[in-house]
């Protein structure tokens, strides 16, 4: 079958379906494009200006390959299948992400196929960076971190860690959401394009990073090896470790590289160094070396020229695109500043109608209140003002009691003075009686004893009279009758008789003196205790008026009067009590 004949059977054009990192696209080929012209096509789709770091890749059997832009589609080993797939990666890595990559599409592509590699592990990351890098991933994705809206658990069904690091440690999925969390609450402020070349600026710096791994021997005895090749060089690794290469031939070094079916030869720089050779089973794979060999070369070569013009005009549009952007973020942050403020003050308004409509309903809930209350204190006012009628009447009232009482106080204040001048007249006039008492007393002491001086006179006499009754008795019995009184009476027999006659009868006098003085005495102080007795009994009363009718004087005190003078009753009956004892004695 001739080739020509297999062109007119061939129809004029063929489905292709490309699948970038974040987007999948269908285009209708025409059979005679070329690589680079489905190339160009998703290239001018997607709006991706740095074409070089990009390819095409499809899978062929067991391994992939690149779509080479200078043949046609169709004859390549793509495959057979309708639409056929490829898929839009980048092919080559910077060196530095920061200086090389211009475009924001470029970062968002690189940032999207490192994040997945990582993921995937194809490139190893230590769990402290994993999760510093996750948190860069949530900025690009969700902005600024906010406590009201990202509550917790929102990052549950995002891939955000390699299983391998969740496998690593004893960890729940709200403790690495946590963690995840902390470190992005300090990115608050950061731009999406700025978060995601942040997360390749640490990306780049891990070992793996943009290294292409192939299995190779050193000599015929196959000794396995594996193959590195990145935007530094080739490296040599062993088989179990990817991370540290055992020898490295940066592209500065190397002078040639040259491949014969399964033999790979590296001549370096220095003539005096010895030639490197490998060997790969896999003609197909020795092809892949081989491109992304040279393609690396050519890009490290690339950036250390002065940048061509097509360059310099990206990076300077890329320039303003970036102070247009950050203008546009900082007018997008003021709006959204005013916006959150526009929407505090309208939740305050509402918060502030709610509450007015609260306060007017409650308002007029008052307002019926007031009005069934109104009624209520019409009433209570009306009932108020004959009260306060009865209450001005009973004040008249109380008014005129109280002018009557003072009345009364004034009366009984008088009396009260009046009172106490008789008590002290009284008083006065019991410490009289108990002077002329004492007095009375010293005389019933003398009177009493004259009559015991008298009593021994008498006795005296009486003695005296016998004994000369005794010396004159047988005088008279010589006599027989007795001699003729003397003209006088009785002179001499009876003068003692008389004598005693006479003090009998003074002794009467005396006692019937002192009687009638007792008797005297006592009327009066029975008259005088009486007159006490009825003092006492009037001020008690008075007493007992005032402190009823002291509450409504004038002043609004209740007056007590003082008791009147209390005379001891030994001063009072002291007079008599000494004129009953002289006449026990007499």
């Given at each position: 079958?001739?080739?020509?004949?297999?062109?007119?059977?061939?129809?004029?054009?063929?489905?292709?379906?490309?699948?970038?990192?974040?987007?999948?696209?269908?285009?209708?080929?025409?059979?005679?494009?070329?690589?680079?012209?489905?190339?160009?096509?998703?290239?001018?789709?997607?709006?991706?200006?740095?074409?070089?770091?990009?390819?095409?890749?499809?899978?062929?059997?067991?391994?992939?390959?690149?779509?080479?832009?200078?043949?046609?589609?169709?004859?390549?080993?793509?495959?057979?299948?309708?639409?056929?797939?490829?898929?839009?990666?980048?092919?080559?890595?910077?060196?530095?992400?920061?200086?090389?990559?211009?475009?924001?599409?470029?970062?968002?592509?690189?940032?999207?196929?490192?994040?997945?590699?990582?993921?995937?592990?194809?490139?190893?990351?230590?769990?402290?960076?994993?999760?510093?890098?996750?948190?860069?991933?949530?900025?690009?994705?969700?902005?600024?971190?906010?406590?009201?809206?990202?509550?917790?658990?929102?990052?549950?069904?995002?891939?955000?860690?390699?299983?391998?690091?969740?496998?690593?440690?004893?960890?729940?999925?709200?403790?690495?959401?946590?963690?995840?969390?902390?470190?992005?609450?300090?990115?608050?402020?950061?731009?999406?394009?700025?978060?995601?070349?942040?997360?390749?600026?640490?990306?780049?710096?891990?070992?793996?990073?943009?290294?292409?791994?192939?299995?190779?021997?050193?000599?015929?005895?196959?000794?396995?090896?594996?193959?590195?090749?990145?935007?530094?060089?080739?490296?040599?690794?062993?088989?179990?470790?990817?991370?540290?290469?055992?020898?490295?031939?940066?592209?500065?070094?190397?002078?040639?590289?040259?491949?014969?079916?399964?033999?790979?030869?590296?001549?370096?720089?220095?003539?005096?160094?010895?030639?490197?050779?490998?060997?790969?089973?896999?003609?197909?794979?020795?092809?892949?070396?081989?491109?992304?060999?040279?393609?690396?070369?050519?890009l490290f070569m690339r950036r250390r020229k002065a940048d061509s013009i097509e360059v310099q005009q990206m990076r300077a549009q890329a320039k303003e695109e970036k102070a247009r952007k950050k203008m546009e973020r900082q007018i997008l942050a003021?709006?959204?500043?005013?916006?959150?403020?526009?929407?505090?003050?309208?939740?305050?308004?509402?918060?502030?109608?709610?509450?007015?409509?609260?306060?007017?309903?409650?308002?007029?809930?008052?307002?019926?209140?007031?009005?069934?209350?109104?009624?209520?204190?019409?009433?209570?006012?009306?009932?108020?003002?004959?009260?306060?009628?009865?209450?001005?009447?009973?004040?008249?009232?109380?008014?005129?009691?109280?002018?009557?009482?003072?009345?009364?106080?004034?009366?009984?204040?008088?009396?009260?003075?009046?009172?106490?001048?008789?008590?002290?007249?009284?008083?006065?006039?019991?410490?009289?009686?108990?002077?002329?008492?004492?007095?009375?007393?010293?005389?019933?002491?003398?009177?009493?004893?004259?009559?015991?001086?008298?009593?021994?006179?008498?006795?005296?006499?009486?003695?005296?009279?016998?004994?000369?009754?005794?010396?004159?008795?047988?005088?008279?019995?010589?006599?027989?009758?007795?001699?003729?009184?003397?003209?006088?009476?009785?002179?001499?027999?009876?003068?003692?008789?008389?004598?005693?006659?006479?003090?009998?009868?003074?002794?009467?006098?005396?006692?019937?003196?002192?009687?009638?003085?007792?008797?005297?005495?006592?009327?009066?102080?029975?008259?005088?205790?009486?007159?006490?007795?009825?003092?006492?009994?009037?001020?008690?009363?008075?007493?007992?008026?005032?402190?009823?009718?002291?509450?409504?004087?004038?002043?609004?005190?209740?007056?007590?009067?003082?008791?009147?003078?209390?005379?001891?009753?030994?001063?009072?009956?002291?007079?008599?009590?000494?004129?009953?004892?002289?006449?026990?004695?007499?």
């Amino acid at each position: 079958m001739s080739i020509l004949g297999l062109k007119k059977k061939q129809p004029k054009t063929f489905k292709v379906k490309v699948i970038t990192m974040d987007a999948e696209m269908e285009f209708s080929c025409e059979v005679k494009w070329k690589g680079k012209d489905l190339f160009d096509l998703v290239c001018r789709t997607i709006g991706l200006r740095e074409t070089w770091f990009f390819g095409l890749r499809y899978t062929v059997k067991d391994t992939y390959a690149w779509l080479k832009t200078e043949k046609r589609v169709l004859d390549q080993e793509v495959p057979k299948d309708s639409p056929i797939t490829f898929h839009f990666l980048a092919k080559f890595f910077p060196e530095k992400v920061e200086e090389e990559l211009v475009q924001e599409i470029t970062q968002h592509l690189f940032f999207l196929q490192v994040k997945k590699q990582i993921l995937d592990e194809e490139i190893f990351c230590s769990p402290e960076a994993s999760v510093l890098l996750a948190s860069y991933a949530v900025q690009a994705k969700y902005g600024d971190y906010d406590p009201n809206f990202h509550k917790p658990g929102f990052l549950a069904q995002d891939e955000l860690l390699p299983k391998r690091v969740l496998m690593q440690y004893q960890m729940t999925a709200d403790m690495w959401e946590e963690k995840i969390t902390a470190w992005y609450a300090e990115h608050r402020g950061i731009a999406r394009d700025e978060a995601e070349m942040d997360y390749l600026k640490i990306a780049q710096d891990l070992e793996m990073y943009g290294v292409s791994y192939f299995s190779i021997t050193q000599n015929k005895r196959d000794t396995e090896l594996l193959l590195g090749v990145d935007a530094q060089g080739l490296h040599i690794y062993n088989p179990n470790s990817k991370l540290n290469p055992n020898k490295s031939f940066p592209w500065s070094g190397i002078r040639n590289i040259s491949y014969s079916e399964k033999e790979f030869t590296i001549k370096p720089l220095d003539k005096k160094k010895d030639v490197f050779k490998f060997y790969s089973s896999q003609l197909r794979v020795n092809k892949l070396i081989l491109q992304l060999c040279i393609g690396n070369h050519d890009l490290f070569m690339r950036r250390r020229k002065a940048d061509s013009i097509e360059v310099q005009q990206m990076r300077a549009q890329a320039k303003e695109e970036k102070a247009r952007k950050k203008m546009e973020r900082q007018i997008l942050a003021r709006e959204k500043q005013l916006r959150e403020e526009a929407e505090r003050a309208k939740e305050e308004m509402e918060r502030r109608l709610f509450q007015l409509q609260d306060e007017a309903r409650l308002a007029n809930e008052a307002l019926l209140r007031s009005e069934e209350t109104a009624d209520l204190l019409a009433e209570k006012a009306q009932i108020a003002e004959e009260e306060a009628k009865l209450l001005a009447h009973k004040a008249a009232e109380a008014e005129q009691e109280r002018q009557r009482l003072e009345v009364t106080a004034m009366k009984t204040k008088e009396e009260k003075r009046l009172m106490e001048q008789k008590m002290r007249e009284a008083e006065q006039l019991a410490v009289k009686l108990v002077e002329q008492s004492e007095r009375r007393s010293k005389e019933a002491d003398h009177l009493k004893q004259d009559l015991s001086e008298a009593k021994d006179a008498e006795r005296r006499a009486k003695q005296k009279l016998l004994e000369i009754t005794k010396t004159t008795y047988p005088l008279i019995a010589a006599y027989s009758s007795p001699p003729p009184p003397p003209d006088g009476g009785d002179l001499n027999l009876e003068t003692g008789s008389v004598r005693m006659d006479f003090k009998d009868s003074d002794m009467k006098r005396l006692s019937m003196e002192i009687e009638r003085e007792r008797l005297e005495y006592m009327e009066k102080s029975k008259h005088l205790q009486d007159q006490l007795k009825e003092l006492k009994s009037e001020i008690e009363s008075l007493k007992l008026e005032e402190q009823q009718a002291g509450v409504f004087s004038h002043r609004g005190e209740a007056r007590v009067y003082p008791d009147p003078p209390y005379i001891p009753h030994s001063n009072r009956n002291s007079a008599y009590m000494a004129q009953m004892a002289y006449f026990e004695e007499v």
